[in-house]
């Protein structure tokens, strides 16, 4: 079973950053791919960042490129660090790990609860 739990949601003013940290614990693999998804209301959660558990191979999605870079750290922590905020960012972001870099929600094994992050205009 793998735990993850995330932190660093809130409120910021457009053009503002925020850092996302997802601590990973239970039976993570060296095989395990980390990722981020976003869900805004009334909306699908949709895919935002991913990266295999060493790092070397990355993703993310067209909306974030240039603003949102995934990472981790050498313990079980995962990144999302966000420069250039919009409005339409707002979301509950979700960690997510699976047995491959994860970019759609059909192949994460696990999730975390979510954290808020609201972008004021």
């Known amino acids: 079973q793998v735990h993850l739990v995330e932190s660093g949601g809130g409120l910021v003013q457009a053009g503002g950053s925020l850092r996302l940290s997802c601590a990973a614990s239970?039976?993570?693999?060296?095989?395990?791919?980390m990722g981020w998804f976003r869900q805004a209301p009334g909306k699908e959660r949709e895919f935002v960042a991913a990266?295999?558990?060493?790092?070397?191979?990355t993703r993310s999605a067209d909306s974030v490129k240039g603003r949102f870079t995934i990472s981790r750290d050498n313990a079980n922590t995962v990144y999302l660090q966000m420069n250039s905020l919009k409005p339409e960012d707002t979301a509950i972001y979700y960690c997510?790990?699976?047995?491959?870099?994860?970019?759609?929600?059909?192949?994460?094994?696990?999730w975390g609860q979510g954290t808020q992050v609201t972008v004021s205009s």
């Open positions: 990266m295999n558990w060493r790092g070397s191979t």
């Open positions: 239970g039976r993570i693999f060296s095989s395990y791919g």
């Open positions: 997510a790990a699976a047995r491959a870099v994860v970019t759609t929600k059909q192949s994460v094994d696990y």
